[in-house]
Structures are given as structure tokens and as C-alpha cells.
């Protein structure tokens, strides 16, 4: 058991709260960084493609973590960025259940993608060459703003599904017209919360099923 998270904190941040209690439970904090892996089950696999590597900046000491993402011990403690602004460091994590993979991209933007993208080309992860080539499922970065999703990006993950989670109205215009076009010329399913609820994926060893609040969808 443990908690993960993107490494960082906002100054005033309600997940300090929450950290702060797990570490009075004994709860371990796993910081996320790119490259890192947990395997949860044999079926189960993790890897996290991002935030990079934290570098020098501001930071507060906090007890609980440890460098690695190990579960801290004996009272250590890790000096713990504070970064205003989170989208950029959105925790993205590739996940493989059986043969099905999962991209999930928080509220990331373009030049994440591309930073990401950037770091697979140099080094590739047997993780990352898998996910393309077996049935791929992609959350849609940022509710399906505009900021996110290029035609690089889905040109290199080639999704079978792609989720939108935006509220219905949202005063925001999520999600934002080109992300659609982009995604119909991809040619992926779209699944949308703000349209039809609920959206969830019921994945098997002998495959996988999309469904919704109004309406099963079939199996691929």
C-alpha cells in the first residue's frame, strides 16, 4: 500500500493534509518520476513517464519520502518542491493490465507531450513499444482542452480509445473542437463524460469491454 504522487506540493496545498496523515499511519509516499516502475500483480504493470527528475528549486522539508520513490523510514526526510502552477507536472502513467495498456496524461499540454516524447525517442522503454502495438487506451489530457492532445502525440500511442472526462456545460468548452478532429482523424472511439455519464473499461485475460452510464458498448 502507499500513496503516489507527482513529487510536489503547492504552498498551500490540501494534500499536505492528506500526506501528513498517511504519514502518522504509516502510509509510504511514492514519488513519481519519469522511469520509474511498480509491478502490481502479474498482470499488472506501471510505468511513469512523467514529471522528469526533480532539479534544484524551492523546497520544504516534509517527513515521510524518500529519493526513489521508496517507502521513507526512521524518520527521514526529503526536501519536497513546491510548484505553483501543477498541470505541467501531472503524473503520467502507463498502465498494462493483461494486453490491455492505459495512458493516463492528468492536465498536461503539447509541450509535455512533446518532452515526453522527446525522452522515448533517445531512450525507448519495452513498456512504451508494447502499448503501441497492442490495444491502447487513452485518457484525454486536461478534459480535452485545446492545450493538449496533438496529432504527434496520437500519431505515436495510435489509441483505440480515447476518454474525455468534461463536465456536462462546463464553462470551459471542454472538450475544445480540434482535440475532436484530431481524435476522428485518428480514428479512435471517443467516450465522453459530459455526453454519456460514467465511462469505464472492464478489462479480462481474455479481453476487454467499453461501457457506459447510458449503454454497454461492444467488446474489442
Avoid: M
Avoid at 117 to 125: F, G, K, T, V
Avoid at 129 to 139: E, F, S, T, Y
Amino acid at each position: 500500500r502507499g500513496i503516489v504522487f507527482n513529487g510536489t506540493l503547492r504552498r498551500h496545498d490540501v494534500a499536505r493534509e492528506l500526506f501528513a496523515e498517511a504519514v502518522k499511519r504509516g502510509i509510504p509516499l511514492y514519488a513519481a518520476e519519469r522511469g520509474k516502475e511498480i509491478a502490481l500483480e502479474p498482470e499488472a504493470h506501471v510505468v511513469f513517464l512523467h514529471p522528469a527528475p526533480a532539479g534544484e528549486g524551492e523546497g520544504e522539508a516534509f517527513p515521510g519520502t524518500e529519493e526513489g520513490g521508496q517507502p521513507a523510514g526512521g524518520g527521514t526526510v526529503r526536501e519536497i518542491a513546491v510548484v505553483k502552477e501543477q498541470n505541467p507536472v501531472s503524473t503520467v502513467i502507463l498502465l498494462r493490465l493483461y494486453d490491455v495498456h492505459l495512458l493516463l496524461t492528468g492536465d498536461i499540454d503539447q509541450g509535455v507531450e512533446r518532452d515526453i516524447l522527446e525522452a522515448l525517442a533517445s531512450r525507448p522503454h519495452p513498456a512504451a513499444q508494447k502499448a503501441r502495438a497492442g490495444a491502447a487506451i487513452l485518457k484525454v489530457a486536461h478534459h480535452g482542452s485545446k492545450s493538449a492532445t496533438s496529432a504527434e502525440w496520437l500519431a505515436y500511442w495510435q489509441p483505440d480509445h480515447a476518454v474525455i472526462s468534461a463536465g456536462k456545460s462546463n464553462p470551459y468548452g471542454h472538450p475544445h473542437p480540434s482535440v475532436l478532429v484530431r481524435l476522428a482523424d485518428h480514428g479512435a472511439a471517443v467516450h465522453r463524460t459530459d455526453l454519456q455519464g460514467e465511462v469505464r473499461f472492464v478489462i479480462a485475460a481474455d479481453g476487454y469491454r467499453a461501457e457506459t452510464k447510458k449503454g454497454g458498448l461492444a467488446p474489442r
